[in-house]
């Protein structure tokens, strides 16, 4: 396992899934991330970005994803500017 960015990841030859690993599907359900965009990720050489994207998504458990995608929510929410009624108006 493992490539030239020194990033352990599967080799494409039918590596066994990792125990708890999330799903792709899954992924794209908790991300919103298109399946599609995910599966490109997945086939992009090693050395992309896009590829070590895909290998950090799935080296995370379902839980997990969801309490990091909860985190940025609850961080992109305080951040948000504050809605009043003057504002609506």
Known sequence: MGN??????????????RTGAISDRGISQITGIPPATI???EKS???DWRYKIYWLLKSFTKEELIKQR????LQEIKAAPHINEETVK
């Open 4 to 17: 030239k960015s020194g990033i352990k990841t599967p080799n494409r030859s039918g590596a066994g899934k």
């Open 70 to 73: 909860s985190k940025a929510l």
């Open 45 to 47: 050489k090693p050395d």
């Open 39 to 41: 599966l490109a990720w």
